[in-house]
């Protein structure tokens, strides 16, 4: 995760911030990808695309959108 260091200015220690918030919502290499409640969607090579979903018992579906 990016730490930038605090500068005496206002506007640079704001986008200081949103820097490091923007850093914070990125993927990481070697970590788990958690979706939550958004929607997981893959493109097949025909440009396909597919919302895969997931119930309670585990098993996976994918439905054309």
Do not use: C, F
Not at 16 to 34: F, I, M, P, S, T
């Amino acid at each position: 995760m990016i730490r930038l260091p605090l500068i005496p200015n206002a506007k640079a220690n704001e986008w200081r911030r949103q820097l490091e918030q923007a850093d914070r919502e990125n993927h990481k290499r070697n970590q788990d990808v958690e979706i939550g409640q958004a929607r997981l969607i893959l493109t097949s090579p025909n440009g396909s695309r597919y919302e895969v979903t997931v119930d309670n018992t585990g098993t996976i579906s994918a439905t054309a959108i």
